[in-house]
């Protein structure tokens, strides 16, 4: 049995006559008759009465009659949940980042909030190695990278240009500087990140280059930790810009360009070349393209192949 033929059995059971229930469908009476015989056909039970004039339904039609009605019921939520989901007043994204790049999506998942506050919205903590794979996987939808993943099977879009910097408490004697070398930094005890990165090694052969030691003489689990810590007069590290915005307004901590350093990081959002994107999805880059155009500075929406 398809929907088809129980909205035209629902039409002779409410009408109580195939002639009236021919009408409201604008079909033929031949028509209506020969849907309920193909239908009884299916079902092996006679639906409808045929002794009575009012077209009475049998034990079967009646049994048939609350499903059908169920049916077409969820067809009509189904139908109408889509077109919310098409309006954005239901939906889910997940979106995999890490402690770092979680950062570029506050302010962008605010204003996607304010558009459309019924999405739901997820960001899984994910390593930065992992995500890539989260999103192929279809665990995520998007994901937000601090380099290029170079895999065909991901569309990459440049969201935000950051870059790792020098922050010292303010109390240090370096803080009054305006500018370091890395040769000044063979005696500072650096304050680093547990968890190794392509800029970890880039650092490490920046020193080396240099011929000057670099101590990292404590590890911490995270960027918040790492914050306090050197706020407290405990060392000096090399943080993400974007993670010390507040920290430096606050004059809790003092960036020094290092002359010698300049590690640019470009924020990527990607998502699998070959997905249909969800609408929720859809949505959220277009909040980000926007957002880049009314805020500029480091806010990028550079796409890439």
Known sequence: MDLGQLEV??????????????????????????SIRKLEQEIGEPLFDRSSREGLLTDAGRVLQEYAERLLNLRADAAEALVELRALHKGKLVISANEFTALYLLKVLAEFRRLHPMIKITVHRSLGSQIPDEVLRHTSEL??????????????????????????????????????????LGAE?????????PYREKVLQAFRRHKTPLHMDVELPTLQAIKQFVAMGNGVALVPEISIEEELQRGELVRIPVRELRLDRRL???????????????????????FA??????????ERP
Request: hydrophobic fraction near 40%.
């Open 9 to 34: 059995f629902l039409a002779v059971a409410r009408e109580r006559r195939f002639s009236r229930a021919a009408e409201k469908l604008y079909r033929t009476q031949s028509a209506v008759s020969q």
């Open 293 to 302: 155009r009314e805020h500029g500075g480091r806010y990028r929406f550079e």
């Open 268 to 290: 990527r959002l990607i998502h699998r070349k070959s997905a249909s994107l969800s609408h929720a999805a859809r949505a959220f880059l277009t909040v980000a393209e926007n």
């Open 143 to 184: 994901g937000v990278l601090s380099y290029d993943p170079q895999d065909t099977q991901l569309h990459s879009t440049v969201v935000y240009l950051d870059e790792l910097v020098l922050v010292v408490p303010p109390n240090h004697p370096l803080a009054k500087q305006s500018q370091v070398s890395i040769r000044q």
């Open 189 to 197: 005890s650096f304050v680093a990140h547990n968890v190794s990165s």
